[in-house]
């Protein structure tokens, strides 16, 4: 991956193989001064992509922002905006003092769900994710959720929560569910 001024990688669709249901989509969003920079590879969002191509996620977008508020929230209102799906952001969820991407994510989401932050951050009851901010929620019909920058926190936090991330998306999407 180039690491220019402005990374963006569009992924595009492709079938996933799951068929008796439309596929999920995802968008994943780094947060990061270094890989924006060049100075490091974006690995966390690329096994981000890589863990939901596995869950039979298709991977519409996966972009790299510098840290910061503005920056963070005015890429997830661009992603969020007419989507139905899952985004998912990688990194500034600690406690540096460039870390925001819960500041920028709470200027973009509509309604918070606290249930999904917790048990991400659960995931790792003896690890670093306990120091995790990162929160969860929705911008119109896209769940939006933070997770750490290292690779194994982020595929770990988004496993904590991918067996309820199909049936979240599809309430947002109003279709019809088992309950």
Same mark, same amino acid.
């Given at each position: 991956? &180039?690491?220019?001024? #402005?990374?963006?990688?569009? %992924?595009? +669709? *492709?079938?996933? @193989? *799951?068929?008796?249901?439309?596929? /999920? ?15 490091? #590879?974006?690995?966390?969002?690329? +096994?981000?992509?890589?863990?939901? !191509? ?27 905006? @007419? ?22 994510? %709470?200027?973009?989401? #509509?309604?918070? +769900?606290? @249930? /999904?932050? !917790? ?16 929160? +969860? @929620?929705? &911008?119109? %019909? ?13 595929? !770990? ?14 309430? /947002? ?7």
């Amino acid at each position: 991956m &180039s690491h220019g001024h #402005e990374p963006h990688i569009d %992924r595009g +669709a *492709h079938s996933t @193989g *799951h068929e008796e249901a439309a596929p /999920l989509a995802a968008k994943v969003l780094v947060s990061s001064d270094g890989v924006v920079a060049g100075t490091r #590879e974006d690995r966390s969002g690329t +096994a981000l992509v890589e863990a939901l !191509e596995r869950a039979g996620f298709v991977v519409a977008e996966h972009r790299v922002v510098a840290d910061g508020v503005d920056s963070v929230a005015g890429a997830l209102a661009e992603m969020a905006s @007419g989507f139905d799906g899952l985004v998912v952001t990688s990194g500034g969820t600690g406690f540096g003092p460039r870390d925001l991407t819960p500041e920028a994510t %709470r200027r973009v989401v #509509e309604r918070e +769900a606290p @249930g /999904l932050a !917790e048990a991400m951050r659960l995931a790792a009851p003896r690890g670093l994710g306990r120091l995790s901010r990162g929160i +969860a @929620g929705t &911008s119109g %019909r896209a769940l939006i959720i933070n997770t750490p920058g290292s690779p194994a926190g982020a595929v !770990e936090s988004l496993e904590s929560v991918l067996d309820v991330l199909p049936h979240a998306l599809r309430l /947002l999407a109003d279709e019809p569910t088992s309950h």
